[in-house]
Nanobody
Framework: VQLQAYGGGLVQPGGSLRLSCAAS????????MGWYRQAPGKQRELVAS???????NYADSVKGRFTISRDNAKNTVYVQMNSLKPEDTAVYYC???????????????WGQGTEVTVSS
């Protein structure tokens, strides 16, 4: 199983970016999917998560600015980030709670990270 994240880049304050993360490989089902971020010198923190039923959860710092969504047919999770601030600068990681077939084991898988820089 692999998670591939993309969509990061440099954006000015007030701008927008959309990150995507696609899961591939031998997958039976995906439960929750989410986005985390890690700024330099700080711990990784939850940005937003979404269950397979569409229930969402957001960090207080991004509520009203970020929107998480997913396409279950494509095993893909997105986060639309609007009104970006310099403090949103970080490496963004996606993760997913996945059950794999045959072994029927459940595990948390991480993407490789995509860098978001908010600066003028």
């Amino acid at each position: 199983v692999q998670l591939q994240a993309y969509g990061g880049g440099l954006v000015q304050p007030g701008g927008s970016l959309r990150l995507s993360c696609a899961a591939s490989g031998s997958i039976f089902s995906i439960n929750a999917m989410g986005w985390y971020r890690q700024a330099p010198g700080k711990q990784r923190e939850l940005v937003a998560s979404i269950t397979n039923g569409g229930r969402t959860n957001y960090a207080d710092s991004v509520k009203g600015r970020f929107t998480i969504s997913r396409d279950n047919a494509k095993n893909t999770v997105y986060v639309q980030m609007n009104s970006l601030k310099p403090e949103d600068t970080a490496v963004y990681y996606c993760n997913a709670d996945i059950i794999v077939p045959l072994s029927w084991t459940r595990g948390t898988y991480w993407g490789q990270g995509t860098e978001v820089t908010v600066s003028s």
